[in-house]
């Protein structure tokens, strides 16, 4: 598995190797064993699949509160998403920053999002399905979000036309607004 560190410390993208052979193709998507040999440790606890029908469904940005927060471990294995993870940690030298990447079914890439992030997606097919482990099983009065179009964290969303958003992240605040308890550096 190659590991590629981003613009965000504690971000990482995941690639891992893929076994091709006439039948198809094999991937391990996650050895704990590996990660830990790579410097990475976690224990997941949970593991989510969603499934969003139409192009231009965002989902986003979520967070949970501390001690509630999650490391999440996201894959696209049908159609194709933008991902991204804003740094929400209070003292951070990339604070309110951002980064995206296109995870799809044929590039097998997964981001790796530590805690202290927001995460969000778009999708840019139809029919696609997100799955991502985290280490924190999901609390209700721990979840939070942050407004998807901010103009401080301006996230350039790959979309032309207003994208599908549930009501709730609809009435997400902006960063400056929302509640966080994340402090760079703990």
Request: net charge positive.
């Amino acid at each position: 598995m190659k590991i590629t560190k981003t613009k965000l410390k504690g971000v990482l993208i995941f690639e891992p190797a893929v076994l091709h052979d006439r039948r198809g193709w094999f991937i391990e998507s996650y050895s704990q064993t590996t990660l830990k040999a790579l410097g990475v440790e976690v224990v997941f606890v949970q593991d989510n699949h969603s499934l969003s029908i139409e192009r231009g469904t965002l989902r986003g940005l979520h967070y949970q509160l501390h001690p509630k927060a999650q490391v999440k471990l996201v894959r696209c294995t049908n159609g194709a998403i933008f991902d991204v993870a804003v740094d929400i940690r209070k003292g951070s030298p990339s604070y309110g920053k951002w980064m995206g990447i296109e995870l799809n079914a044929e590039n097998k890439k997964q981001l790796y999002i530590p805690k202290g992030f927001a995460h969000g997606f778009l999708t840019l097919t139809d029919n696609v399905e997100v799955q991502y482990k985290v280490d924190t099983e999901y609390v209700s009065n721990f979840d939070r979000g942050i407004r998807w179009d901010d103009p401080t964290i301006n996230i350039k969303w790959p979309i032309h036309n207003e994208p599908i958003v549930s009501a709730k992240d609809q009435k997400a605040p902006l960063l400056k607004d929302a509640e966080h308890n994340f402090v760079f550096g703990k």
